[in-house]
């Protein structure tokens, strides 16, 4: 690189070899980790410059549970902040790109108190597994809802070819924002809109990927999914520990089928949704724990995500302390909770609600359908209540899906 009197820029000569580096260890890391596995992905990671999508990125400098909170605004162009922030934006975690909706071209380094972030880049490897899971190959038209930062939009992007891809930003200054950075970096397009009604214009789309988790499919975007399509979205309950991850496939003669499936991670739900917290009731676990009792219930392991995901509909208004010793599931707007014993076949449990016999009760439903992993939905053609379920018979488990409309 030279300056404008034709030198060489030793400093800006150095900032992209350390960029390309911190690409290279990235991708480094997802392999080895056995994240990444697609040979066309990998390459469009290692040639996507992360840094051009997120020039400027929050950092958290108070503690955990204060308020105010503190944020620091790291800009990649400042000497002083650049190799935390380079670190930072390579690192694969999420990435704190807007705080109360900010003109992100106003935006100025330094410490500010208060607000919240309202847009992010996704958990890298869940990005990979997201894309990886899409199958998306050269010519496929592509649909991005709740685009962010942009950078899922520009790795497919890179697989899709020119002109194929098209994101939706509900936030008409990151959409803004997105397309110029996005300019730099690859082609394709966002759109100002509600990610809700997809974008008519340029359907059938081929693939359509939603960043944004919904408590239901909206008729929007199964609509717009072309025959031999994919979409993919989380299915979001109010709470954020047990996300729900939705397949829709419409075959070649047009049949629309739905699968539900839990997993560890997922999308963060749309603008509006109001997710629990246990965060205010940690102290008042530790000082009161709860009542003992003994209890024949041994909950399955995380990784059994049929029966989480169907706690989540079955037990209702409950999260997770995951930091917990053990197994600790509260339901904060009634005050109570449930803290099991440490292997000893005991249960602790406060407040009006019996969380744990709910637990219970969900789980010999479960045993009872088969220990189901995976669970089909129904989507009505006339748009009425859509529903889950794990099979046919009187055995089955399923649940009612919420309505886009009672989105609290």
Not at 35 to 44: C, H, K, Q
């Given at each position: 690189m030279k300056t404008e009197s034709g030198t060489a820029d030793p400093a800006a000569e150095g900032r992209l070899t350390d960029a390309a580096s911190a690409r290279l260890a990235l991708v480094e890391r997802l392999q080895a980790d056995g994240?990444?596995?697609?040979?066309?992905?990998?390459?469009?990671l290692s040639r996507l410059d992360r840094g051009v999508l997120m020039p400027r990125a929050y950092v958290r400098r108070s503690e955990q549970g204060s308020e105010p909170v503190v944020w620091d605004l790291l800009d990649g162009a400042?000497?002083?902040?650049?190799?935390?922030?380079?670190e930072l934006v390579y690192s694969?975690?999420?990435?704190l790109v807007q705080r109360d909706g900010e003109r992100l071209e106003s935006q100025a380094r330094g410490v500010v108190s208060g607000g919240r972030m309202t847009a992010m880049s996704t958990f890298t490897p869940y990005t990979v597994e997201v894309?990886?899971?899409m199958r998306i190959a050269s010519g496929h038209r592509y649909l991005d809802l709740g685009t962010g930062p942009g950078v899922s939009?520009?790795?497919?992007a890179a697989l899709t070819g020119p002109g194929l891809a098209v994101g939706v930003e509900r936030d008409e200054h990151m959409a803004a924002f997105v397309q110029k950075t996005l300019d730099r970096v690859g082609v394709a397009s966002v759109v100002a809109g509600d990610a809700l009604d997809g974008h008519a214009p340029l359907a059938p789309y081929d693939r359509i990927h939603s960043g944004i988790g919904v408590p239901c499919l909206p008729s929007a975007w199964v609509g717009q999914l072309a025959p031999g399509g994919r979409l993919l979205t989380?299915?979001?309950?109010r709470t954020p520990s047990w996300p729900g991850h939705c397949l829709v496939t419409r075959t070649t003669g047009g049949h629309v089928e739905a699968v539900l499936e839990g997993g560890p991670r997922g999308h963060r739900p749309l603008h509006g949704y109001t997710w629990l917290t246990a965060q205010h009731h940690l102290q008042q676990i530790a000082n009161r724990p709860g009542k003992r009792r003994p209890t024949t219930f041994a909950p399955p392991p995380d990784h059994s995500y049929g029966f989480w995901l169907a706690a989540a509909y079955?037990?209702?208004?409950?999260?997770?302390?995951?930091?917990?010793?053990?197994?600790?599931?509260v339901a904060p707007e009634e005050n109570s909770w449930a803290v099991a014993g440490p292997g000893d076949g005991t249960v602790r449990v406060h407040g009006p609600r019996d969380v744990w016999a709910e637990l219970e009760r969900v789980h010999d439903l479960w045993v009872r359908a088969g220990?189901?992993?995976?669970?089909?939905?129904?989507?009505?053609?006339?748009?009425?209540?859509q529903h889950a379920t794990s099979g046919t018979g009187t055995a089955a488990l399923g649940w009612e899906l919420p309505a886009l409309s009672a989105t609290p």
């Open positions: 994240v990444l596995t697609d040979p066309r992905l990998r390459d469009a400042h000497p002083k902040d650049r190799a935390e922030w380079q694969g975690e999420s990435v894309l990886q899971r939009l520009a790795l497919a989380t299915l979001a309950t079955l037990v209702p208004g409950v999260v997770r302390h995951f930091q917990a010793d053990t197994l600790t599931v220990s189901p992993i995976a669970f089909h939905v129904d989507i009505p053609d006339d748009g009425a209540q």
